[in-house]
T-cell receptor
Framework: GENVGLHLPTLSVQEGDNSIINCAYS??????FIWYKQESGKGPQFIID?????DKRQGQRVTVLLNKTVKHLSLQIAATQPGDSAVYFC???????????FGSGTQLTVLP | DTGVSQNPRHKITKRGQNVTFRCDPI?????LYWYRQTLGQGPEFLTY????????KSRLLSDRFSAERPKGSFSTLEIQRTEQGDSAMYLCASSSAQGLGEKLFFGSGTQLSVL
């Protein structure tokens, strides 16, 4: 399943399928990007990050892709599991500030 | 537990009352952040400390809000004369990075309800 930007805040995928969550970030000067997962009643949990001098970074079952030309960030989750159901936020650091600016999030629901 | 700890987890108060929240960051983290999150939205930056110095404040932080980190360890966020619009989740985060752009570790937040 694929979500485009922030206009589709929900994404449903079948268990075992790959998920792609997209984010259009705001500032071409942003030098650092990060994805967080947030479950209900909990604080955001780090998933993966990437600096602006890279275009791809892989973790365990997750990959982040950065396209600076169109200011687009995506999170790919392989073999999505029920425990992946949560809200996913992208965030950027806009220099010279030293704090993250968050997007509004995408609700991922994994169907059995 | 070596994560970021926030207390209380929930706070219900009446409009006009003062409330104070506490955050204990991961030990040795020199930066501490406060964010606010309303339902369905991403966290919004309020303020941050480098050790005991408060270095940035958002325009969201009205004069009714004050934050301290007196010894560079735990921090408190106080809201005076609470309003219903203050109802939100207040998140604390900490980090140890030295440069720009860094991974923040979040606590579970304090959910404030102003009646």
């Amino acid at each position: 399943g694929e979500n485009v930007g922030l206009h589709l805040p929900t994404l449903s995928v079948q268990e075992g399928d790959n998920s792609i969550i997209n984010c259009a970030y705001s500032n071409s000067a942003s030098d650092y990007f990060i994805w967080y997962k947030q479950e209900s009643g909990k604080g955001p949990q780090f998933i993966i990050d990437i600096r602006s001098n890279m275009d791809k970074r892989q973790g365990q079952r997750v990959t982040v892709l950065l396209n600076k030309t169109v200011k687009h960030l995506s999170l790919q989750i392989a073999a999505t599991q029920p425990g992946d159901s949560a809200v996913y936020f992208c965030a950027e650091n806009i220099p010279p500030a030293r704090q993250l600016t968050f997007g509004s999030g995408t609700q991922l629901t994994v169907l059995p | 537990d070596t994560g970021v700890s926030q207390n209380p987890r929930h706070k219900i108060t009446k409009r006009g009352q003062n409330v104070t929240f506490r955050c204990d960051p991961i030990s040795e983290h020199n930066r501490l952040y406060w964010y606010r999150q309303t339902l369905g939205q991403g966290p919004e930056f309020l303020t941050y400390f480098q050790n005991e110095a408060q270095l940035e404040k958002s325009r969201l932080l009205s004069d009714r809000f004050s934050a301290e980190r007196p010894k560079g360890s735990f921090s408190t966020l106080e809201i005076q004369r609470t309003e219903q619009g203050d109802s939100a989740m207040y998140l604390c985060a900490s980090s140890s990075a030295q440069g720009l752009g860094e991974k923040l570790f979040f606590g579970s937040g304090t959910q404030l309800s102003v009646l």
